[in-house]
């Protein structure tokens, strides 16, 4: 009975073996035959990795082929928190290498150090400059990995960066043009696939292997030398007058080409620590303001259409003791001007003239349809983000002083574009083109809209140049040698809470050269401070400058003899 218990254990125990050995065999056969694929795929998935290859974003171009933004390679450098630990002296090496601050490597070693020993992705420092990262790649550490990447640069600064926009860190568009047409310049990145050796190196190179598409490149309308001087003598024009701030717009009045857009404070693209949101602000299309006297424009043209017999001589206005009552409101002239004509008034830039000349008219409240015609009140569609489209009041909610202080750029408001687009139809014999920032190809068709006759529009200038060029008109810090100008200035107190302050808006729109008009430029600057803070005081001379170099800049022909 003795023997026969020691028998029976080992063959139980052979027994279980057996089965054991039975188990795991059958389980062998079934992971090769059944599970097979599946654990194939996973064991590929935890080794297979993939490289992105970045693709090159679009350049965009002026009118002339001068980059104003384009992509400079650079690198970026991460590690691998499964091969590096955040105490490790090649960690330490890197970070000093790329000299980052004290306060940058305790926050990458805190990241690092969360992950350790597990496989990851930790930025170390992103748009390395090539030389540092070779020397990053020279030290040939496991885990330390630099992948190219581009870096965009802007040439022009602060000069165009309100048009150009710029990009953040992942190369997606933030402003201006580079935020319009993020899609059009943006390309489609690359990638390669590879397995992973049990060191984290390449084993093997997969044949899945996807080059990037580059973005398309952007050629716009304006011209760099144009834009500089605009941007030259903008920052010249509020610095002297310790103005808050500016705006220039320079368009080619035949085919809506946008030229030059300045504003003043800027900020540099290149260097994003002074770009606060008011900086960025493109204020010539984002910014609306009751204009003031440079609106009497659009009254002039007005009466001129649809008034009767309305010329620039007659009829003639008394504007006489130089105010007028409307109801309980009046309407003042700084001073008496007596008997008006059209040009008179437009050259003296009278508030009781135009509103006389306006309530004067058959139909007065046709001035919101004429206002809107030219394209007040609406935006213009300029390929720009943030455009605002102003306000024209409905005219069935006016009375008579409404319609007055309308005539003189009140009541409503508007931007600077929304302004020289609407002097530019003038300036092209009546015709009406949408303004654009892309250059047009060669023989493109243009869409215009006729807004005024050739004789009406001829007439206008005419006047205009009697604002700058005749003796005692408002405009004549516009003047400028060798070149006729058609212009008007503006001056108009800004509403603050709802009231107007002390604070002006001066403004100057013009023509050059007058007798064949080929540009129009407008100039607001806002909040001038001291005695002199009227349009032609502030404003006109920035004109002068801007205009006479714009000239000179494009070969136009002189249109004048000075003696």
Do not use: C
């Not at 920052?235 to 504003?263: C, D, P, Q, R, Y």
């Not at 001129?304 to 504007?319: A, K």
């Amino acid at each position: 009975m003795s023997s026969y218990r020691p028998k029976l254990r080992h063959l139980v125990v052979i027994l279980l073996l057996l089965s054991s050995f039975i188990v795991l065999f059958a389980k062998l056969i079934y992971m090769e035959t059944v599970q097979y694929p599946k654990l194939k795929q996973e064991g590929d998935n935890r080794s297979d990795r993939s490289i992105d290859i970045k693709s090159y974003r679009g350049i965009i171009l002026d009118r002339n082929g001068n980059p104003l933004a384009i992509s400079t390679p650079v690198d970026t450098i991460w590690v691998d928190p499964y091969y590096v630990s955040a105490d490790s002296p090649e960690l330490k090496e890197v970070m000093s290498i790329l000299n980052l601050s004290k306060e940058k490597r305790e926050k990458i070693e805190r990241q690092v150090r969360v992950r350790e020993g597990r496989s990851g992705f930790v930025y170390i420092e992103r748009k390395v400059q090539p030389y540092l990262s070779q020397k990053v790649k020279d030290l040939d550490i496991t885990g330390i990995h630099v992948i190219r990447e581009f870096k965009r640069y802007y040439p022009m600064a602060e000069v165009a960066s309100h048009v150009v926009g710029f990009t953040n860190v992942d190369g997606k568009g933030q402003e201006g043009l580079e935020l319009e047409f993020n899609q059009f310049l943006t390309g489609q990145d690359g990638y390669f696939e590879y397995k992973k050796d049990l060191h984290g190196g390449v084993a093997k190179v997969e044949d899945n292997f996807i080059l990037p598409k580059n973005g398309h490149n952007l050629q716009i309308s304006i011209d760099s030398r144009l834009q500089y001087v605009a941007y030259k003598y903008l920052k010249k024009g509020v610095i002297k007058t310790n103005s808050e701030a500016g705006s220039v717009i320079i368009e080619n009045i035949h085919t809506g080409e946008i030229l030059a857009m300045a504003n003043y404070p800027s900020y540099n693209p290149n260097s994003m620590a002074d770009a606060y949101p008011d900086r960025r602000r493109n204020r010539a299309i984002t910014d609306v303001y009751e204009l003031g006297s440079v609106m009497k424009v659009f009254a002039a043209v007005t009466a001129l259409i649809y008034g009767d017999n309305v010329t620039p001589e007659e009829p003639v206005i008394n504007s006489h003791p130089g105010f007028y009552r409307i109801g309980k409101n009046t309407v003042r002239d700084e001073r008496d001007y007596g008997e008006e004509d059209l040009r008179y008034i437009l050259m003296k830039s009278s508030n009781v003239g135009i509103s006389k000349m306006i309530l004067g008219l058959t139909d007065p409240t046709i001035l919101e349809p004429s206002l809107r015609n030219f394209g007040f009140g609406d935006k213009t569609g300029i390929q720009l983000p943030g455009e605002r489209d102003g306000f024209v009041p409905v005219k069935d909610k006016w009375g008579d002083f409404q319609l007055a202080t309308l005539s003189f750029g009140y009541g409503m408001n508007a931007t600077d574009l929304q302004l020289v687009a609407g002097v530019s139809a003038i300036a092209n014999d009546g015709k009406y083109i949408k303004p654009t920032i892309l250059k047009r190809k060669p023989g493109e068709e243009i869409d215009s809209r006729v807004v005024a006759s050739k004789k009406v529009s001829e007439e206008m200038i005419s006047m205009m140049q009697s604002v700058v060029e005749d003796s005692g008109g408002t405009g004549t810090n516009a003047r400028i040698p060798l070149y006729h100008v058609a212009g008007k200035t503006g001056t108009a107190r800004m509403l603050a809470g709802g009231t107007y302050g002390a604070k002006y808006l001066a403004s100057f729109v013009g023509v050059v050269p007058a007798s064949d008009p080929q540009l129009a430029i407008v100039v607001t600057i806002k909040d001038p401070k001291g005695d002199k803070y009227g349009g032609g005081s502030v404003a006109a001379p920035v004109f002068a400058d801007v205009a006479l170099n714009s000239l000179q800049i494009l070969g136009i022909k002189p249109d004048k003899i000075d003696n």
